[in-house]
């Protein structure tokens, strides 16, 4: 996607510095920074501290940590050290596991000398592949939004939690890839823009958006339920950092609220998804785990203030302090998840339906 009238996906292999370029996201929507990641540790601080994140992100990120890794040392042991530092970094997205899965799968088999070379081309691969599929969520989504309008004829009010955009996937995102679609197309969109406490991805997702010239509202995490009792969204589409081969949906903490506003009130709430996302070994999503990150993300508020960034509290000093990253929204509470290969019904006949060849090998 275009920032300032100039493309960019939202990491790239840079020959030049021989090094993987990021967009850090730390600063966003403030400052557009670019910076390199040349050591393990940068990417394991990349990864943890959040200056890429967003699940399909993540994914691709850890597959050039592992081209980097392979390029210092090819040995097996090096190739075990990298997947298993890389996976520790964040627990819940399930795009880490697989990718990492897939440069083992790939990178083992091959002698030490055409290693660095092999997971390169697999990081640069799994990158495409990333764009590609969403390019097709988006295609597959975009049906919903349309119908919807030419149903109402009025403009398609879309509501969306956390930044599954762009920038959370290495381009055009997988939520927004249909609002995306659907804008380009000439169906008039509007997006409510969940603020999403307490990383506040949704002004990641506000400036995508605003770039793109898409109409929203940026509104607080409570707003939703109000404004879907009072008939103000059509439909609730977000990403997902894990959904089981049940179809239950891991996603941003905050998600399993707006699922319940949204059934409450019959809007439609879809999830979209690539395939990497899906946890073919997990049926149940009790059982994933819900990554806690630290206070201070919760007792404290950044933003930009007269003289740059400013960090103040907001709650007393002494409370105890919990920041569950994510919840789970049960399948039933789903209308459908919008995948690479269609919509599909949050279920497991669903899923393996599009899916039998990855449904298979899981069993
Ligand atoms: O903690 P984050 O910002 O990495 O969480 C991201 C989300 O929850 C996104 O909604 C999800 O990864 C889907 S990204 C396409």
Redesign the pocket.
Known sequence: MKVDGTQYRSLWWDDDADSLAIIDQRWLPHAFRIEHVRTMKGFVDAITE?RV??????GATSAYGVALAMRIDPSDASLAQAGATLLET?PT?VNLRWALERCRATLAPLPEGARFEAALELAHRIADEDVAMNRAIGAHGLPLIREIHERTGAPVNILT?????WI??VDL???TSPIYQAHDAGIPVHVWVDETRP?N?GALTAWELAAHGVPHTYVVDNAGGLLMQRGRVDMVI????RTTRGGDVC??VG?YLKALAAYDSGVPFYV??PSP?IDWTLTDGSEIVI?EREAREVSHVTGRGADGATEVAVSPPGSAVGNW??DVTPARLVSGLVTERGVCAASETGLSGLFPELAGRAA
Request: hydrophobic share 35%; with cysteine; charged share 20%.
């Open positions: 959040m994140r967003g699940a399909p992100l993540i964040r997205a939690h956390c930044n599954a955009g959370a996937t995102g997988t939520a990383r991805q977000t990403g997902t950092d996603n941003k998600t979209a998804l996302t990554e990253a994510f």
